[in-house]
């Protein structure tokens, strides 16, 4: 009874949360489910509707909008792109988006800079070649763990929204970006992290924590914001900023979570869903029903957003 009483409004909700969930999906086989490259490709190419139709209403963002005023905007998932665009301050730039998915950053940014050149990088097999882009933009396949394609010091600018969460080694990903970028070359990289060290968290926090990640295909490994830091300054980066923009992305989530709640509401919704929705379209609502709750603004959050940008030396 002791125990229950000194649990926060956060776990008592998380717990509720996961006992509906659990009821009507396998928590423990998605758990096991596997987040290699075809993994995260499936995942990707199953979730289109899910993103298309719930997440931004006919938009082909795959990320999470930033608002400046506590407000969800539709052109909020625009933000990222659009600090990107500061940095592009000199003429004919070469400028690489790693995991550019549906290309909505890389388009609006080579529409709006047509003298730069514009690569974007995407994992095969999801039609990524046959997407229509601004003639400043050059469309390749490939994996961003290896980018030996590209010569050394070939961009200006090299940046990532919501990907490298997706990377086994955040470090190894550093390395290989360090050699493709120009001396003073910017990395500027958006994501969700783990807001405190796996040893800080209790076994409900870290299982939470699983199951949020799982649900969009992520690996639960080397997700620890604080580490980022330290892999850029041992990769040759220098003037390493960390901004914490977790505000800026709850109006999305507040959305996703009203969503989501209506969903999981509904058990003749789920049952639908699971008999005719892909599987990886229905695993995504659980992240949409609990990060409302793991970005919380007390010491016990256990996700944060987060943009890192460093110059390589």
Known sequence: MQAEENKSMQEIEIEARLHIIDHYLDIEALLHKKTDNEAVEKYYRKSDFFYG??????????????????????????????????????????????????LINTKYLARQFPGHRFTALDLPNRHFLRQ?????????EGDYNDLSAFPEASFDVVFAVETLCYAESKEHVFAEITRILKPGGKLVVFDGYDARPPETMSASEIRTSDIAWAAMCVTPHDQYAGDMKKYLAAHSFTDIEMTDLTEEVRPTLRRLDRICGYFFMHPRLVKFARRFLPYDA????????????????????????????????
């Open 282 to 313: 229905v695993m995504n609502s659980i992240a949409g029903w609990l990060m409302l709750y793991t970005i919380t603004s007390d010491e016990r959050r256990i996700h944060q957003y987060c943009r890192f940008v460093a110059t390589k030396q």
């Open 53 to 102: 139709l719930v997440h931004n209403r006919g938009g082909d963002s795959i990320h999470l909008g930033l608002s400046e005023d506590g407000f969800y905007h539709k052109d909020d998932f625009l933000n990222q792109a659009r600090f990107v665009a500061g940095l592009l301050d000199r003429p004919s730039m070469q400028v690489l988006e790693l995991g550019a998915g549906k």
């Open 132 to 140: 229509r882009a601004p003639r400043n933009v050059t469309l390749r």
